[in-house]
């Protein structure tokens, strides 16, 4: 093996029918200047492996690798990332949705941002989030990034495909977990499960970038969304010793109810919210739904801003 295998990194992209922004996403990886090996692990889920994007060479010395398997977990986005952990061979895995891409010095970022926080086994970046042709720089707080902080705020500058850990981190985690309903928020458990276990290291420039649009999976899957809140709320009972977080989750509920065209529930969660936070932005927004403005038409001013529901 070439280069410095302490530092070698596996890239899991897990990839459904979007073979041009997959390209781009291959691309984002290999143009890292990274002093060490590169493995980029493709998962297709549910689709015909496309083996014509496998690869392996040495550039300036250091291997660059690409390996394409298809999902044999669970179909979804947390089965196909635990397929890709599973082949995985090097000492750090990092992750890549198939609609983002990584920018130059990403790899580098983090490595030296591990360096500079004792303890730290992930690492996360700055990201640019791209919305109809616009990009809205977002910047983690590394002083939030811990169980309680996440407990809080979801803080959705924290992206997947920013994510780097030491693959004996992930495996002290375990699998991610495919058991939530629909997939949703699988990233936002892992998150919280491994701040548990270690201190976040963060590279503080925008260093991917996170494409929103209309094709992304959960573009307005409301009853997906509303269903895999509740199975959050109760894996994490600390949620009731975090008001301010539970009123958030609550909000985005009761938004995605006033969606579904379940006004009752709707507004019996509002109610709960109001009790936990008065002030949590949200159930307003679930009012206005509720009284029939068109959901789809928030969460497009929301993206507008870099925000989610």
């Known amino acids: ?93 990092a992750f890549c949705d198939d609609d983002d891409e990584w920018l130059p010095g990403k790899l580098a970022g983090q490595f030296e941002a591990l360096k500079a926080t004792p303890g730290a086994r992930v690492a996360t970046t700055g990201i640019f989030i791209h919305y109809e042709g616009d990009d809205i720089e977002r910047i983690p707080d590394p002083s939030k990034l811990t169980f309680s902080g996440f407990l809080n705020d979801r803080m959705t500058d924290v992206h997947p495909s920013a994510t780097l850990a030491s693959a004996e981190l992930i495996a002290e985690l375990g699998d991610v977990d495919e058991t939530i309903p629909g997939g949703y928020a699988e990233d936002y458990d892992w998150l919280l499960r491994a701040a548990r276990l270690s201190p976040f290291a963060v590279a503080p420039k925008p260093l991917i970038r996170v494409h929103w649009h209309g094709a992304s999976f959960f573009f307005e899957k409301w009853k997906v969304i509303d269903t895999a809140l509740e199975f959050l709320v109760n894996k994490y009972p600390e949620f009731h010793d975090h008001p301010e977080g539970l009123a958030r989750i609550r909000g985005q509920q009761a938004v995605a109810q006033a969606a579904m065209k379940d006004r009752r529930r709707a507004l019996k969660t509002v109610t709960e919210i109001i009790k936990l936070k008065p002030t949590e932005k949200r159930w307003p927004v679930a009012l206005l739904v509720a009284a029939g403005l068109p959901a789809g038409q928030v969460l497009k001013a929301a993206h507008k801003l870099g925000k989610g529901i």
């Open 1 to 93: 093996m070439a280069g410095n295998p302490d530092n070698a990194v596996s890239t899991v992209i897990a990839t459904l029918d979007r073979p041009e922004l997959l390209r781009r996403a291959i691309d984002g990886v290999l143009s890292q200047n990274h002093g060490a090996d590169i493995e980029i692990v493709i998962v297709f889920d549910n689709d015909a492996p496309d083996r014509s994007l496998e690869l392996e060479e040495v550039v300036d010395g250091f291997e660059r690798r690409i390996v394409v398997i298809t999902n044999d977990h669970s179909k979804g986005l947390a089965g196909a990332r635990n397929t890709g952990v599973a082949k995985a061979t090097h000492p750090w895995i």
